[in-house]
Structures are given as C-alpha cells and as structure tokens.
C-alpha cells in the first residue's frame, strides 16, 4: 500500500530529515513510527500525502509514484488517507457534527450523503450524543474522537496518526488506540507517529524506528525499547 | 455540483460579514476609482460634442449657403483644391446637408431651441478643411478670400473657436486618466489585501480543506467571489454616483443662455448608461484580478 524506495528528504542543503529510507507497508498493516524527537517521524508521514517531496527516492501509495503526480492530482491522493494530530486541528467555530461534516462537504459530497454518514461514524466513535457540542465544550479524548472520525469519513484506504496521543493521559490514550485498532480492522491501512512506548508494547504490531532521519529498526510485532 | 455551488455562496457571504470593515473600505475604493472612470469618460464625451465638427486636424470650416447652386458648389471646391500647398487637398472633405445636420445635433444636444430652429432644408452644408500649413496669418487670409465668393455663407477658424478648448481637453483626459488609472491600482490592491486577510483568518480551515483533499479551485473559488461581488458592488455605487452627477450636470448646463456654446457639453443618456455597463464590466475585472492574485498566492498555508 505504501512503499519508500531509497528515500531522502532534505530541509535547506545540509540537514537531512530523512536518509535512505526504504521499507514497505502492505495493506491492512498498522505500522508505529518510533525514534527521539527530530529523529524525522512526521516528515515521513509528511511524504507519504505528498504535503513534502523528496530530494531523492520514490514514494509509491495504492500503487502510484506519487512524486510524479501532478499538483492537481494530489487532492485525489488525500482523498484516500485520513489524517490525525496530536493536536486534532479541528474548527473550533463547527459543532462536532460540521467538524466531520466539512471534509465530506469540501469534496463536493451531497447532502444526503453527508446526513446518513456523519452519524454513523459519530455512533462508531461514541460521540453520537455530543454532535451539538463546540470542541471547547469537549475533554482532549473526545476531541481526538471527532478528529479520527473526520479523518474515517470517507473511509479512506490509509489513515495517518502524527502522535494521536501525546496530549492525552494513559487511560484516555487506551481507548483511542483502541478506536484506531478498531478502523484497522476495517481494513484501512494505520500508520501512527509517536513517543508513547506504553500504546507500542501494548499493541505490538510493526516498530519502524528512526534516529536522525535513518530507519536502524523494522520488527514485526514489536515493542519501542 | 448544486452542493458545491451553494457551498461557494455560504462561504462568500459568512466570510464578507466577518470582513465588513476592510470589505467596505475596498468597495468605497472601487467606487471612488471607477467613478472617476466614468466622470473620465463623460468628459471626454463633452469636449468631443464642442470638438465634432473640428475632428482630424480641420483648421477651418467653409459653410455653404443651404441654397447654393450646382455651380457655386464645384466652383468653390475648385477654389479650394487650387491651394494644394496650404491645404491638404486628400483630406479635404464635403459633409452635404444631411450628414451636416446630424452633426449639428451632436454639438447641439442640450440646447433644444437651436435644435429645434434646424433643419436638414435650412442647414448650410460644409467643406472641412485641412491646413498643411502651421502659419495661421496664411489660413486667415485664405479665409477672408473664401468668405467672398458666391455661395459660401461663412467661414469659421479653429484659432478662433477651439484651439484652446482642444488643448485643455487634452490636458484633462491624461489628468483623469492618470488618476483613475491609481485608483483603479488601489482598489485592486485593496480587494487583494481583504482577501489575503480573509484567508490568512481562514488558514486553519484552508489547511483542513487542503489535507481532507478538497480541490485548489474548490477552496479558491469562494474567495474569488468575494472580491468579484466586492468590485461589482463598487461598480453599482460609482454608477449611482456618476447618474447623480450627470443630471446635476445636465440642469448646470440648462441654466446658461442657449447659443453659449456650453449646452454641446450635455451627455446623451444613452452614452452614459454605455459608460455604466464599462463600469461594471471593469469593477469585476478588478474584483476578479485582485481577489485571483490573492487566492492563488496565499494558498499554500
Ligand atoms: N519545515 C521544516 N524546515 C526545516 N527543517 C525541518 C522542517 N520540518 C522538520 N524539520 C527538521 O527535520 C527534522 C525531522 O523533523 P520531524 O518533525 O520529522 O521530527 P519528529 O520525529 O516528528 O519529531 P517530534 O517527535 O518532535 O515530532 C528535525 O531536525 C527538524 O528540525
Ligand atoms: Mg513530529
């Protein structure tokens, strides 16, 4: 499903967020990026929606060279991805249902479409009572909730995470890691950025570590040391 | 797609009302700049109604006695084409009764009582003449000669009549057109800034859009609209500004003695309503340009 080839990604000349990086993630696979701060987990994840392009190296999602895909094609390309951070990035003006309801709305998704599914992935995410509510009227978990659910809506073949839990506590962390489980066994594709060794042991599914922009690490089911 | 227009409208009208200060400081732009547009064009149109009869270098005008007889005429012309090095004899050219007289009711336009005392019977028909020579005492002479021979009713000299008026009228339209011309640059670059606002508040949105994968022309588009509507509204309130000045213009005119001169300085409605559909046409241009620039530049957030 995603496949880095040699990759390089340089920020100015000298300073390499990335170096070499091939690995490949089949579909349906949930992959954790690990590694130190600046160690280049983001930036990975940055090249993979085509938000950075490499210096060096080919990145191929569902099959596609997508340095080679034109500007006007990339919004296609997201279409496809769901994206979470670790600070949910959501409309603090929207209520939690035009929260979702927006990224159908901007891909031109009819209304009626838009009524049917919004409720039905707030219900999956266990916010189906709270869909009036403004974000600041929600705790950290459940604004990470609508934030997955904006990124599940159409559901899309890969989701990328970029520290989902990093400004959750444990418990609450449990049950989004749970929920992101849950969508990857849909089917969908997970690739999660983060620090929190607690999530990664639990889960142990494949550990890609990084350390300055260099994978020294690629273990099946494993755990973040 | 009737999703994706109704979106586009939702989002031009929440986003003018968030903006209501900068966008009316950029339709008052607009409409001060495209005001002075129109004023521009009005009065160029004025002096051109003083200027008609006087258009492409004619220096002096021999009016022919409505009554003048086939001989008088071709004599007269002789005359004329006899001068070959004081008169451009190629540009020499005979406006006959008819054509005289829808001139006259150019020049004539705000004043009804002369107009109404004309008629194509009793209108002298003219010869436009092209002086080759710059020496005015050469062109006076010929005139004096001119003025006596049979047929000729009179003869009038642009020295005397519009030279002034010509030169001033040039002055005036690259005055005008100059300042238009800024202000015109000014309204552009004022839908540009309230646009660039706009999305620099709107950037998390922007950015939202842009990685749910929503199109750069979807996310572009209401705010292209936003600067249209702004330069069309500017459009209406200089149209509404240019309508006012032009009828108290036009009373202005009405109140000085018929015979003056200064009642071929009334525009006809039809021409100013010509000028208002400019006017909207170039306060869209500019309300499309600069809300175009700014949207595709400050997309990339
Ligand atoms: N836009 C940028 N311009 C220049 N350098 C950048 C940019 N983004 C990241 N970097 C640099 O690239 C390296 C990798 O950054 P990245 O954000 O990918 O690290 P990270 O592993 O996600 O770190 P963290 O765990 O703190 O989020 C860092 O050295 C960082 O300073
Ligand atoms: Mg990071």
């Known amino acids: 499903m995603i496949r880095f080839e040699n990759v390089t990604k340089m920020y100015g000349n000298d300073v390499a967020a990335i170096r070499e990086a091939s690995f490949d993630v089949p579909k349906g696979e949930f992959v954790f990026l690990v590694g130190p701060s600046g160690s280049g987990k983001s930036t990975l994840l940055r090249l993979m929606n085509r938000q950075e392009r490499p210096e060096r190296g080919t990145v191929w999602v569902a099959g596609a060279n997508i340095n080679e895909l034109a500007d006007s094609r990339v919004p296609y390309l997201r279409r496809g991805m769901g994206n979470v951070f670790q600070d949910y990035k959501l409309l603090l003006n929207k209520t939690v249902f035009e929260n979702v309801a927006f990224s159908l709305q901007v891909i031109g998704r009819p209304k009626h479409v838009i009524r049917q599914q919004v409720p039905q992935v707030l219900e999956l995410v266990g916010l189906a009572d709270k869909e009036d509510r403004l974000p600041s009227q929600l705790s950290g978990g459940e604004q990470q909730r609508v934030s997955i659910a904006r990124a599940f809506v159409n559901r899309p073949l890969i989701l990328l995470a970029d520290e989902p839990t990093g400004n959750l506590d444990p418990g609450t962390g449990e049950e989004i890691m749970s929920l992101l489980d849950a969508i990857n066994r849909t089917g969908t594709t997970v690739v999660m950025a983060t620090h929190d060794h607690r999530v990664v042991n639990a889960m142990r599914r494949r550990v890609i570590q990084l350390d300055r922009g260099v994978v020294v690490r690629d273990q099946e089911r494993g755990v973040y040391e | 797609m009737f999703a994706r227009i109704s979106y586009a409208f939702r989002e031009t009208i929440a986003s003018f009302r968030r903006n209501v200060t900068l966008s009316a400081a950029a339709i ?127 003869v009038a000299l642009a020295e005397d009549e519009f030279e002034v008026i010509s030169t001033m009228s040039d002055f005036v339209r690259s005055v005008t057109i100059t300042m238009s011309l800024i202000l015109l640059g000014v309204a552009v670059t004022l839908i540009w800034n309230t646009i660039r606002t706009a999305m620099v508040a709107r950037r998390n949105e922007i950015e939202v859009m842009k990685l749910v994968g929503a199109t750069n022309w979807f996310i572009r588009i209401p705010f292209i609209l936003e600067g249209l509507i702004q330069g069309i509204f500017g459009a209406i309130v200089s149209c509404g500004g240019l309508w006012v000045l032009n009828r108290a213009w036009t009373s202005g005119v009405a109140g000085f003695k018929a015979g003056t001169g200064v009642s071929s300085l009334v525009v006809p409605g039809s021409y100013v309503s010509g000028v208002m559909i400019i006017l909207l046409v170039v306060g869209a241009l500019a309300g499309s340009i600069g809300s175009g620039i700014a949207a595709s530049k400050f997309l990339d957030v």
């Open chain 2, 28 to 154: 008052l732009t607009s409409a001060v700049s495209l005001l002075l547009v129109g004023t521009t064009f009005l009065i160029q149109r004025a002096f051109d109604n003083l200027l008609v009869q006087w258009r492409g270098d004619v220096g002096m005008i021999v009016f022919v006695r409505p009554d003048v007889s086939e001989e008088q005429l071709s004599f007269i012309k002789q005359t004329l084409e006899a001068q070959p090095n004081v008169i451009n004899v190629e540009k020499l050219d005979y406006l006959d009764r008819a054509a005289s007289f829808e001139e006259a009711k150019r020049v004539f336009a705000g004043d009804r009582t002369t107009l109404s005392l004309l008629s194509v019977e009793t209108i002298p028909s003219q010869f436009k003449v092209v002086p080759v020579t710059t020496d005015p005492t050469l062109v006076r002479g010929l005139a004096d000669q001119y003025r006596n021979l049979p047929g000729v009713q009179g």
